[in-house]
């Protein structure tokens, strides 16, 4: 209603860019309102399109490059809003020049071709082009640094998030951390709650993953949960997903006591299907990751509960019900029997059918390593390869680059497991087709920039050549994954890299070399805060070293931990 009173002030008053800028915020109101609302918000997206048609119409009739800029730049929103991503695009991209053109007014203009940049980085994640999408954001800090409107917090956070969310698809952890720090103290400066919250839960996702930050990670995900909750956004579903991330963070700090408490305390006061779920989905994993006596009976009972629950309500899609049949699949491929990885193959393909019938590609191809892991599993590596060829061919056609790096990267895996489990003259074509798919990963991941991928695929051809007899060209690949982990801030996959490299001194002869890399490997897992890993680490040591010492040291720290 005020932006309304503001848009017919300026009209009165003559001042149409003004006005123009108003009517935008109009449209961005009905937007949020259309959001608020949920399903019975339809006529207030209807309103929103309605106006932005009409404006966008009557500045070019007018000839008013900045009204059309404005309007055009909405309607991208809205088509973003509706899933039309290619015509969002289309919107952008045109809004994007139109800005460029309004020379006369170099201050508000500005201001928009940030906007208009965010909006463009927005649709590209979307549509799952990541590296442009990053691209967009710190194009957009760019733009801020060299403007003078010191007071853009909210353009600075929307970009944070922007190149967090970028970052994190492209599992760059460390550069997620710096960009969310940066951005959180000007969220708090806007007031802007959610934006808040969605920064702190980013932070706590990538200090999870990265390893050795599962204090912070279990703090910055209590925080997010905290703000969601007081937005009084529980039907939404994110405070749940913050709790189940903390108590992820708790566990892998051995804080399990405290993980089991925060997930009862929450058990009572969920409110709606969703939520219900996802609490009851994050106790399942709680108990997946305790797996102490009676614990994968729980899981099952609960799983099967919740299962049951999806089947019979309407309220929720076919995807949350898909996600449940992968969390059962994941619990009996634990088990580590034949009968219950057969049953998880069974529960991971139904996933995968549900998935298909959504339409839905992504999430589709999301499910598909739960049954390449299970054909592994039951020695069946070229049904496996047959799976991860066809996400290969999923992502392609989505667009998504990165994502079909990632892909390639698992089908050359299974088809080097597959080239071990045959003796016959085949085994060597699966190697060279192996070669060939992840040099082809290698490339992409080049073209994107994404140096923790370019990182996968050096080890993976270390693996490679390891097969191959040929530790010297092994040494080599080590040696590059291990200098893009470490330019990643990756300390746990560092160790991984190094190990590699040990391995590949002792096929050429160099125990000496080796036992330098077991111990390096054991600094990075203890920076890394693995236990688990600094326990294998120092197994390892001890027998690149032979040394009584060492191996029990080594034996005392696995007992400890």
């Not at 007899?469 to 996959?493: I, T, V």
Request: aromatic letters at 6%; proline letters at 2%.
């Amino acid at each position: 209603h005020t932006a309304v009173e503001a848009w017919h002030l300026f009209m009165a008053d003559g001042d149409f860019h003004s006005a123009a800028w108003s009517a935008r915020t109009v449209i961005h109101a009905l937007r949020a309102r259309s959001c608020a609302c949920g399903g019975t918000g339809a006529r207030f997206a209807a309103a929103a399109v309605a106006l932005a048609e009409e404006e966008l119409r009557r500045a070019r009739l007018s000839g008013d490059d900045f009204g059309e800029a404005c309007f055009l730049m909405s309607m991208a929103e809205l088509h973003c809003d509706a899933k039309n991503l290619d015509e969002g695009l289309r919107c952008a991209e045109a809004a994007s020049a139109a800005f460029l053109r309004c020379g006369a007014i170099p201050a508000t203009a500005a201001a928009g071709r940030v906007l208009v940049v965010l909006v463009l980085g927005e649709l590209q994640v979307r549509r799952y082009q990541f590296h442009e999408a990053e691209a967009a954001a710190q194009q957009a800090l760019r733009l801020l640094d060299a403007s003078e409107d010191a007071g853009a917090s909210a353009c600075r956070a929307r970009a944070g998030l922007l190149l967090g969310v970028a970052g994190r698809l492209q599992q760059k952890h460390a550069a997620v951390i710096a960009s969310t720090k940066e951005a959180i103290p000007w969220a708090q400066e806007t007031g802007d709650l959610r934006l808040l919250a969605a920064l702190m839960y980013l932070l706590a996702s990538s200090s999870h993953s990265l390893g050795g930050r599962f204090r912070a990670a279990a703090a910055a995900a209590g925080e997010a949960q905290r703000l969601w909750e007081q937005m009084e956004l529980r039907a939404s579903g994110w405070a749940q997903c913050a709790l189940s991330l903390q108590t992820q963070a708790l566990l892998a700090e051995t804080s399990h006591d405290a993980a089991k408490e925060a997930l009862r305390q929450h058990m009572r006061t969920a409110r709606g299907p969703g939520p219900r779920v996802l609490l009851r989905d994050a106790w399942v994993q709680c108990l997946k990751r305790l797996d102490g006596p009676g614990d994968r009976e729980k899981a099952h009972a609960i799983s099967d509960k919740t299962l049951a629950t999806l089947q019979s309500t309407s309220e929720l899609s076919s995807a949350w019900e898909a996600r449940e049949l992968e969390l059962i699949a994941s619990i009996h491929v634990k088990s580590n029997s034949w009968k219950k990885v057969e049953e998880a193959c069974k529960w991971a393909e139904q996933a995968k059918q549900k998935l298909h019938g959504s339409g839905d590609k992504y999430l589709e191809a999301d499910a598909i390593p739960s049954i390449a892991k299970c054909y592994i599993l039951l020695g069946r590596p070229s049904d496996a390869a047959s799976v991860l060829s066809e996400r290969r061919q999923l992502f392609r056609e989505l667009g998504a680059r990165s994502r079909e790096a990632e892909a390639m990267l698992d089908l050359a895996d299974a088809l080097c497991k597959e080239q071990v489990s045959r003796v016959d003259s085949r085994a060597r074509r699966f190697l060279r087709d192996a070669f060939q798919i992840c040099q082809e990963a290698l490339n992409a991941f080049s073209d994107v920039g994404q140096e923790t991928g370019m990182a996968k695929a050096h080890l993976l051809l270390a693996d490679i050549y390891m097969h191959r007899q040929e530790p010297s060209e092994a040494e080599h690949e080590a040696r590059q994954a291990e200098q893009l982990y470490r330019r990643a801030g990756e300390s746990k996959k560092v160790a991984k890299a190094v190990r590699k490299l040990g391995f590949a001194c002792c096929e050429q002869d160099r125990p000496s070399a080796a036992a330098r890399c077991a111990s390096e490997a054991v600094v990075f897992c203890r920076k890394a805060g693995d236990r688990y890993a600094t326990a294998e680490m120092l197994s390892w040591e001890a027998q690149c070293l032979g040394s009584q010492r060492v191996r029990l040291r080594a034996a005392a720290f696995a007992l400890r931990h």
